[in-house]
Each structure stands twice: as structure tokens, then as C-alpha cells.
């Protein structure tokens, strides 16, 4: 019911080659406890994975050793969520105690704490200093956290920081739904800013720093220098208690009973990668869309996450290299892990030929004439399971507009969306026949990483001389 890609952080170069910059710095869980609990969580670890991992770890043994069970009511399990985090916490910071002890001791053999010692060798000093300097990489680093519940088939979403969970759902009318649950704890969420400024914090300085201590996040797990130190850090002195928090956010319940669709938790990673490649407007229906897409092809979820992730890489990179308009936001990537977890949702066959089995997930493509009062809008689908569709077939075009498709790519439709404090959502139908997406025994990549085209455009055709019969038109 579950499948995990990732990919690791990326630095292009002029030539348009990637590099690592760093060991991959995220972590995710995914258990099955008793009484029917599932425990899911995607971690975004920064200056290196120490927190996440432990975090990763730890989550799991304060949830699913016997601290949740069927009889527990929602407020019961919002408490249990909140303690399992400041329990994490604390015993990630009780790991660090003897380097702590350590490092302070040994600043003291060094100015300016102790302008009357001196060493024997300025070699002795070096090392001191070394030591030093790996001691703070050891206390340094956090990560944020986005974690799903799954308890008497209810989901609970808890959230640290600026990962993002995505519910997709299909309604009882055969519409479908997509769902951004809880608002990411950053820089620009007003609710934080709010927080913030009630212990004393200038607000406004941090809107337009856009970070504090190198991060965007208002909440993290570890990050000792931030939480202990922040008195030290000017954005952050002036406040009464410790600003930076690692409290949750928790959303839920939500029930799942009849729902059909998937769950998608994604590090901020892989969300920064597809806004820098095609803007932030429709960033979730987009990897919806890719999500559904890859569901209807892959016979594994492991493999329709895989996908989905090196598709959006793929089209970062792809951006890069073009020079367009957006190529200055993605001329890097940090780390990229996606989970997605199925509800009642069965796979495709991966066997399945381009015109076999699944429902069609349209896809609108309008044309408009300036010199025309008339419009003339194409449905394209996708075959997908047959659950429900997914993408509008009517309302507007795609916003995949800037880099090279990736390998087996579709065309993906914006839905649209309302947005609120807690959540979005983006609702959708529409019926077609045209586009299908290939089948497993479809053509490779060739070396430039394209296909062959397999797109049969001819009922576009039709219906665009139909409507333009006296504008001369022939297909390349």
C-alpha cells in the first residue's frame, strides 16, 4: 500500500551536469502496527541526516509500542502525536550531551575565553580547532517533519516545518479532490508570523529575511544552536521563549471509510524542485497528476514513486538547460524523497497495452483564434485505474510549459483550486478518448533520454479544420 522515491540533491554546472553537493539528508518511515495503525513520515534533514534519522527512528518506537490503540478519541491521539514529538526531541538533544560537554570545554582553551593559555605548538592549536569544528557539525542540523496517522481508518496529518501532505479522493458525484493539508511552517505563513510576534519577534524583519539561521522553517526537530542560542541571533533576540518550536501541527480526523484515491507526503525538496521548474500556482495538481499517471503504467507503488521523482529531476534539469525564464530558479535541487501510500486504490496492470483496460483521465487542450469568436478545446486522456478521474477536460491548459518532457511524460491538466488556512482543495470531471498512455512494451528513451512520438493527433485535426475551415492547416 505504500511505495518511497528519492533522489539526492543536485549543482549544475554551466555545462549543465549535475554534481552532489552533500550526502542525501532525508529520511521516511512506514510501519504497520496493531489495531489497524499505519505510521507514514517523510523527513527533510539539513546540515547533515543525524536528526532525521534519529527521528525516523525514535517517532516510531513512541507511537507503535503500544501508545495508540482503537479505543483512543481524537483528542486523545492529537496528545499522544504532540508528546511523541517533544519526547523525540529531547532524546535527540540527550544524544548530544557528551559533545556539548566537549565543545564546551574545549572553547576554553581558546581565545578569546582564555587569553592566558597558550600552547606548546601552534599544530596543538590546529587541532583544538578541528576538533572544534567537527563538535559543531555534530550539534548542528535539524529537520522537518511531515507524518501521517492511520487509526480506525482516520487519517491524522502532523506537521513540523515545510514538507507538504496531499490527500487525493474521488467523491460520490465522480468528481475527484485534491486536498494540501495544513499550511507549511515557514517564513511567510501569517499564523507563524503571528506566533512569533507575540514573544517579542519583529515580524516583518523575518518576512523579508525569508530565512532564519539559513532555513525558511518557523518549526523544526533539533537545530540545537537555534533553540538554545537564539538569543544570539538577531532575528531571534529579542524574544521572550524560545521561538523555534518543535510542536506539530495536527489535522484530523479525517475519515477514510469509502474513499478511494492516495495519500502523497513530500519533503520540501521535491516540492522547491517542481515550483522552481513551473512556478508554485498549480504545483499540486501537477505532481496529482504525474502521481495518477504513473500509477495507471507501474505494477509497483515503489516504482510509481521512483518515477514521479526522477520525472520531476528530470524536468528541473530539463529547465536548467533551456535558458528560459526560469532557468535562473533551478540551477539546483536539494534532497527529493515522495511517499505515496494507496487508499482502496488498485494498481494497472503493467502489462496492459496503450488501449487496455483503465478509466480515462482527460486532459484539456483549448485553442483560441484571435481572429475567431469561436473556440475549439480537445479532450486528450490518460488511461488510469478505473477508480474515477482526475484532471479537468474543460476549464483550462496545462501549466507544463517551460523544459523537455520526461521520458513517458503526460500532459497534466490544472484543476481548480480553493484555497484556506487549514487546507486546498481542487475538484475536477470530464470524459475522453484521444490520448493513452503507453503501455510497458512501449518504446525506450534514446540517448537524449526522448521517444518516438505516439500521440495521434488526428481527431484534433478534424475538429480544428471543422471550426477553421478556411485557415489552411497541415500537421508536421
Known sequence: MCGVGTAPNCVYGPDGKGTQSHTNEDGHLRFRGEDGCFLYGVFNGYDGSRVASFASQCLTAELLLGQLNSSHTDNDVRRILTQAFDVVEKSYFETIDDALAEKANLSNYLPPHNENVSFHHSSQSQKVQDRLKELEQEVSGGATAVVALILNNKLYIANVGTNRALLCKSSSDGQNQVLQIGRPHST??????????????????????????????????????????????DLLSAA?????????????????????????????????????????????????????????????????????????????????????????????????????????????????????????????????????????????????????????????????EEGTPTPGQSPTATLQSTNTQTQSSSSSSGDGSLFRQRGSQAAQPDETGRVPPYVDFSQFYRLWGSDHSDVMFAPL
Do not use: W
Open 188 to 233: 511567510d505563513n501569517e499564523d507563524e508570523l503571528q506566533r512569533l510576534a507575540a514573544l517579542g519577534v519583529d515580524s516583518a524583519r523575518v518576512r523579508q529575511a525569508g530565512q532564519i539561521a539559513g532555513q525558511s522553517s518557523t518549526r523544526r526537530l533539533g537545530d540545537y544552536p537555534v533553540k538554545f542560542n537564539y538569543n544570539e541571533i
Open 240 to 400: 521572550k521563549t524560545r521561538p523555534i518550536i518543535a510542536e506539530p501541527e495536527i489535522h484530523g480526523s479525517q475519515s477514510l471509510d469509502s474513499v478511494t484515491g492516495f495519500l502523497l507526503l513530500m519533503s520540501e525538496g521535491l516540492i522547491n524542485a517542481l515550483e522552481s521548474a513551473h512556478g508554485p500556482e498549480q504545483a499540486n495538481q501537477e505532481i496529482v497528476a504525474m502521481v495518477a499517471a504513473e500509477l495507471a503504467q507501474q505494477s509497483s507503488l515503489e516504482a510509481a514513486a521512483q518515477s514521479v521523482v526522477d520525472r520531476i529531476k528530470r524536468l528541473h534539469h530539463d529547465v536548467y538547460v533551456s535558458g528560459r525564464q526560469r532557468a535562473t530558479y533551478c540551477s539546483r535541487h536539494e534532497d527529493m524523497t515522495l511517499l505515496i501510500r494507496t487508499l482502496n486504490y488498485t494498481l494497472a496492470d503493467g502489462a496492459l497495452t496503450p488501449t487496455q483496460g483503465g478509466r480515462i483521465y482527460p486532459v484539456s487542450v483549448p485553442y483560441s483564434n484571435s481572429q475567431s469568436t469561436s473556440k475549439t478545446s480537445v479532450t486528450l486522456s490518460l488511461v488510469m485505474p478505473s477508480q474515477g478521474t482526475l484532471t479537468n477536460g474543460t476549464n483550462t491548459a496545462s501549466t507544463l
